[in-house]
Every structure is written in structure tokens, then in C-alpha cells.
């Protein structure tokens, strides 16, 4: 089974890539002008195979189309380059509604009986196998790639956060020294964030991180791939382990692109 999966995301990476999908993630994904020339066709590759083997639906009126698929795709794909991911294997179908939606939550529990309230929100993550996506919001974080905020990046980091098990903000980590030095340089700066919060101090990180370690790492993931040169000045041991983590250099790239502009 493995070894015919492998073979089917072969011939799909190898396939021609669209002419209008270039133009689709050019645009909607900022951050792919900046890669190598190497990276933009493993990520074109990822887009394939996502696109493929994903489910997309259009929800509460959104007609689906190769341009949300291919920008959707796109931004799960960042997080994918140069590492031997599994593309979400819990992920099953991605659900892309218009505009922000609404979403029921559990405000409170009393003993055994729960309080049950209602959240507008641009983004979810279900650990069984779902993301749900406002396309407004993907467009707004592809308008401005140095605000720290991309809807798609952080559902996605969710879903990598959940592929070996609850969301934790421990995602599976195959490099070792990584996997044991990661708990301590999350878990202070995750502690610093909500003693600033707390203290209505001004963060580069937004605070909605210090709601729980899993949207920590989920913002954290936001600020890395959008405003990595700040991340790595204010928080230099955080975002050392997510560049090992990533296998990515994003400062490094955004350093690049500014010797020729």
C-alpha cells in the first residue's frame, strides 16, 4: 500500500504544473517569490498532491475553485518543504466557507453539565480530520505577509501539531536532541508570553498564543514564516528549534531578498 501511495505522489509531482496554478500561488501565496528556485518546485509538487488527495468543499454559499484549492494547498505545502511528511495523513477534507463563520464552543463546565456558547472564527482544526477556513481571511493574510497573521499557516500548524496525537504544542519531532531540548525553550517563552499578557506588556507574539501551548505553537508558526527576522531577533532559542523543526531559513531568505531591493 505504501509503496503504490509513493508511486501515485511520483507521477503527481512530476506532472505539469497549470499555468493559471502559477499565477494562483504567486499571488495568494507571498512567500513562494522568495524561495529557491529548488523549493518553489517542491512546493508546486506539494500542491499537487494535496489538491489530489484533500477533499475541498465550498461551504455556507463559496463555490469551490482550482484558485482556493491551489492557495489553500499552497500555504499547507510551506510547511511541508524539506521534510518526509506523511501530507496530514489524519486531514481528510478541507472546508473553505466565504467569510469568517460561526462555530459552537464550550464556554464553561460545571461539574458534569456544559455551558455551550458560539465563536465567530476565521479557522479550525479538528483532530478528526478536518480544517475549516474563511477565504477571506487566507486572502487577507496573503495581502499582508509582515503582519504575523496567515489563518491558513496557523491550521495547519495545528494539524502537524496533531499528528501524533492532541493538540499540545508537541508536534512529532524525528531530530532527538530537538525532541529533548524542544519542552524547555516552548515552555519558557510560552510562560513569558502569558506573564507579559497578564501585565498588558507589548509582545511581538500576539497573545491570543498564551490561550494554550497548542495555539502558542500555532502563532509561533504564524510569526516564523511571516515575520521571521523580528522572531529571530526577540526570540532567538525559539526560533532556532522551529528552523530545525521546518528545516527552513526563513530570515535567511527575507535577508537575501533585501540585498536586491
Known amino acids: 500500500?505504501?509503496?503504490?501511495?509513493?508511486?501515485?505522489?511520483?507521477?503527481?509531482?512530476?506532472?505539469?504544473?497549470?499555468?493559471n496554478w502559477l499565477g494562483f500561488l504567486e499571488r495568494g501565496v507571498p512567500v513562494y517569490r522568495r524561495l529557491s528556485a529548488a523549493d518553489q518546485t517542491e512546493l508546486r509538487g506539494h500542491v499537487q498532491v494535496?489538491?489530489?488527495?484533500?477533499?475541498?468543499?465550498?461551504?455556507?454559499?463559496?463555490?469551490?475553485?482550482?484558485?482556493?484549492?491551489?492557495?489553500?494547498?499552497?500555504?499547507?505545502?510551506?510547511?511541508?518543504l524539506h521534510r518526509s511528511a506523511d501530507y496530514y495523513p489524519r486531514l481528510d477534507s478541507i472546508l473553505v466557507y466565504p467569510?469568517?463563520?460561526?462555530?459552537?464552543?464550550?464556554?464553561?463546565?460545571?461539574?458534569?453539565?456544559?455551558?455551550?456558547?458560539?465563536?465567530?472564527?476565521?479557522?479550525?482544526?479538528?483532530?478528526?480530520?478536518?480544517?475549516?477556513?474563511?477565504?477571506?481571511?487566507?486572502?487577507?493574510?496573503?495581502?499582508?505577509?509582515?503582519?504575523?497573521?496567515?489563518v491558513?499557516?496557523?491550521?495547519?500548524?495545528?494539524?502537524?501539531d496533531m499528528e501524533n496525537g492532541a493538540a499540545d504544542g508537541y508536534p512529532a519531532i524525528r531530530d532527538r536532541a530537538l525532541r529533548t531540548a524542544w519542552s524547555g525553550i516552548f515552555q519558557r517563552a510560552y510562560d513569558q508570553l502569558k506573564r507579559d499578557v497578564t501585565r498588558r506588556r507589548r509582545t511581538l507574539i500576539d497573545p491570543?498564543?498564551?490561550?494554550?501551548?497548542?495555539?502558542?505553537?500555532a502563532v509561533v508558526t504564524e510569526c516564523f514564516f511571516e515575520i521571521p527576522v523580528r522572531l529571530q531577533r526577540r526570540h532567538p532559542d525559539l526560533y532556532e528549534a522551529l528552523e530545525r523543526f521546518y528545516r527552513q531559513d526563513p530570515a535567511g531568505l527575507v535577508s537575501s531578498a533585501n540585498q536586491y531591493t
Open 50 to 80: 494535496l489538491v489530489a488527495e484533500k477533499n475541498f468543499e465550498g461551504c455556507g454559499g463559496l463555490d469551490m475553485s482550482d484558485e482556493i484549492r491551489v492557495v489553500v494547498a499552497g500555504h499547507a505545502g510551506i510547511l511541508l
Open 1 to 19: 500500500m505504501f509503496g503504490l501511495k509513493k508511486r501515485r505522489r511520483n507521477r503527481l509531482r512530476s506532472q505539469p504544473f497549470p499555468g
Open 99 to 150: 467569510h469568517a463563520f460561526v462555530a459552537e464552543t464550550t464556554v464553561e463546565r460545571l461539574g458534569p453539565v456544559a455551558i455551550r456558547g458560539e465563536q465567530v472564527r476565521a479557522g479550525e482544526a479538528w483532530q478528526r480530520g478536518v480544517v475549516i477556513l474563511a477565504w477571506d481571511g487566507v486572502l487577507r493574510g496573503a495581502l499582508n505577509d509582515r503582519d504575523g497573521y496567515n
Open 208 to 217: 491570543y498564543a498564551a490561550e494554550s501551548p497548542a495555539e502558542f505553537f
Open 152 to 160: 491558513a499557516i496557523h491550521e495547519f500548524a495545528h494539524q502537524l
